[in-house]
């Protein structure tokens, strides 16, 4: 019989994992909206673009001020909030007939999505035991997987059937069963032991993340969140659509995406492995330098057969990397200042996921051919390997404070 600590941590990795579920649910099924929208909007590769840039600049204010808020009110309580906002404005979005409102719409659900994952990812850190926590952080992590492959199903099967309204209200309505699960979780036990003894502003949580002690691990971060993720949204947003411009079909790019999206599972549950066997630093600098390798044999692919094995490395890579850097980041801080660390460091990092869309849509509309654009992403990926390589300091089994 399992133990009660087991239990509450499975719970504890369920409920959360759920939330991570649908908000991947949400971005995944943006790359194919973006793709259905283009013909039925009749959008320029400068809107397109645009569309993934403010879903990200929601992002990056939702990571910085709910970060912030998690060192001030609470773990559980701006886990819950974030789930809201993304909920009602996925919902909302779905009965917007005019591209400025959806672009509104989209700033509000990516506030609620960036909020919730570095919250999300210190809460699950500071509940389990060291020995486990970095694997436990990347089963986390997986979820997001789970969530890219149902938003790929129903891309699929819904939106050139029913449309992409009705795929965003099968999104969102979930996300409520997810939030009255939330209602009963406990707070972390690290920021409830300290809530009552130690509180600082949050302009002194900033200023200590530049402190001598913390200047390396927050220049590290920074640099890694913000290559990783200009080169995740530049990539993996647009993938239905490079698809097309590569000659397939809508209907056939969404299945072959769907199939790459399965690779997802395999890279997280290697890197979950891998994580307690050689350390965070290992995995990061691994599975970058593979995602970056896979980036660069994506775009020059000229076979069917090419493209599926590079998109398919892709996956396998680069959410492992992503794994590995959730379960890394909040180990870098006290707990004082875990929230605001992790979140100015996802906050970076979506400036980011802003720059890369809009710098494929620029891009592609000046007819810059697909293997260049994958050359700058592979670029980006190995600036934040080395990063990692020479800034980061190994956390395995390292006790929270």
């Not at 436990?136 to 199903?153: H, N, P, Q, R, T």
């Amino acid at each position: 019989m399992k133990n009660k600590k087991e239990i509450s941590e499975r719970k504890l990795l369920g409920i959360a994992g759920m939330g991570w579920m649908f908000d991947a649910m949400d971005v995944g099924m943006l790359s194919f909206i973006i793709a259905a929208l283009k013909v039925e909007w009749d959008l320029t590769p400068g809107q397109m673009g645009w569309i993934g840039s403010v879903n990200s600049i929601g992002m990056a204010v939702g990571a910085l001020i709910f970060g912030l808020m998690a060192d001030r009110v609470g773990r559980k309580h701006v886990f819950i909030i974030t789930l809201l906002l993304f909920s009602v404005g996925s919902g909302a979005s779905a009965l917007t007939t005019t591209f400025a409102a959806f672009l509104v719409l989209r700033f509000f659900i990516g506030a609620g999505l960036g909020g919730e994952l570095p919250v999300a990812s210190t809460l699950v850190s500071e509940s389990v035991s060291a020995e486990k926590r970095g694997r436990i952080v990347v089963l986390l992590e997986s979820f997001w997987a789970v969530g890219w492959l149902v938003a790929a199903v129903i891309s699929y099967f819904i939106i050139p059937k029913f449309g992409w309204q009705i795929a965003l209200v099968i999104s969102a309505l979930p996300a409520l069963y997810a939030l009255y699960l939330r209602m009963g979780l406990p707070d972390s036990p690290r920021f409830t032991a300290v809530k009552d003894k130690k509180k600082i502003s949050a302009f002194e949580g900033m200023k200590k993340l530049w402190s001598k002690e913390y200047r390396r691990p927050t220049a590290m971060l920074w640099i890694v969140w913000f290559c990783v993720v200009f080169s995740y949204y530049g990539m993996f947003l647009w993938l239905p659509s490079v698809m097309v411009m590569k000659g397939f079909s809508l209907i056939k790019s969404f299945e072959y995406v769907l199939i790459m999206t399965l690779a997802q599972l395999p890279g997280y549950f290697t890197a979950a492995w891998f994580i307690e066997k050689f350390g965070r630093k290992f995995v990061l600098v691994v599975y970058l330098i593979g995602t970056a390798v896979s980036a660069y044999l994506f775009g020059v692919a000229d076979s069917t057969a090419m493209l599926m094995l590079a998109g398919i490395l892709l996956s396998f890579f680069n959410l492992g990397a992503w794994g590995g850097l959730y379960a890394y980041s909040p180990e870098q801080y006290p707990t004082i200042i875990r929230g605001t660390g992790t979140g100015m460091a996802a906050a970076i990092g979506r400036v980011g996921g802003i720059l890369g869309p809009l710098l494929v849509g620029n891009l592609v509309a000046q007819q810059v051919s697909i293997s260049t654009i994958f050359m700058i992403f592979c670029i980006s990926v190995l600036i934040g390997a080395f990063a990692v390589f020479f800034l980061g300091k190994e956390t395995k089994s390292k006790e929270l404070v």
